[in-house]
């Protein structure tokens, strides 16, 4: 299956296991992850990669075949993986060293946080199979780095961890051998939030990126008026009172 489930400390980490050919994603790895993110008990995932890349994008030698319904195919797998990223119902922060290439880079651009080793390189590369964009990424690019960057990064070479931390693909950069500490730190921080305002949080701001403004405002109020009906607000709102709002 070529993926590792754990939990620790409130985080399910998720590990893609297969060094061997940069952790590509075959049809095995794609359904245990896509699973593994739909029904999330933890507070917050953390998605990496074994070795010395986070993932060079599916898994060519899983390519269909002629006469294969491609599109049918995109919907059941490139997209789903993307979409399930979008809708868990916990924060996922990625942890980026090596190659990026592909549909990786669609599961980092739908991540909530997301840190890159400064070795990090991020390769759209599907025009180098004369293939355009999948996986939602020239949305999900065209929203997070602004079009002229996104014709950049789709259309010309690979960005290095510094191009993508300044374009906003990535939140921050650090060294390799501190990349899994920072993010395991990212994560469990997550994972201590309010659940309830987190996932809330989460649709909040993929509303924002696609609605207009009217629906976010209908949205921010759905979102606070559930939230005011919690424990974990009560206790916020007790603590901001009492002047230690941390």
Do not use: Y
């Amino acid at each position: 299956m070529s993926l590792r489930s754990e939990s620790v400390n409130g985080v399910l980490r998720l590990t893609l296991d297969a060094p061997e050919k940069r952790n590509a994603i075959d049809i095995a790895m794609r359904d245990a992850l896509r699973d593994a993110l739909a029904d999330v008990a933890e507070g917050a995932v953390l998605l990496r990669g074994e070795g010395d890349h986070f993932c060079a994008g599916i898994d060519l030698s899983a390519s269909p075949a002629p006469g294969i319904d491609v599109v049918d195919r995109m919907r059941t797998s490139t997209q789903d993986l993307v979409r399930s990223i979008r809708r868990c119902r916990a924060p996922v922060v990625v942890a980026v060293q090596g190659t990026c290439a592909g549909i990786a880079l669609g599961l980092v651009a739908a991540a909530d946080v997301s840190i890159a080793a400064f070795d990090a390189r991020f390769d759209a590369s599907f025009l180098k199979r004369g293939l355009v964009l999948d996986g939602g990424l020239a949305h999900a690019l065209v929203h997070t780095v602004g079009l002229v960057r996104a014709r950049s990064l789709a259309l010309g070479p690979a960005w290095s961890a510094n191009e993508a931390v300044v374009a906003g693909l990535v939140t921050a950069s650090v060294p390799g051998d501190e990349l899994l500490q920072e993010a395991t730190r990212r994560a469990e921080e997550l994972a201590g939030r309010p659940k309830h305002a987190v996932t809330l949080a989460k649709d909040l701001l993929n509303a924002a990126a696609d609605a207009d403004f009217e629906t976010v405002l209908l949205v921010e109020r759905a979102a606070q008026g559930v939230l005011t009906t919690t424990p974990e607000f009560a206790a916020g709102s007790a603590r901001f009172l009492a002047r230690d709002d941390r």
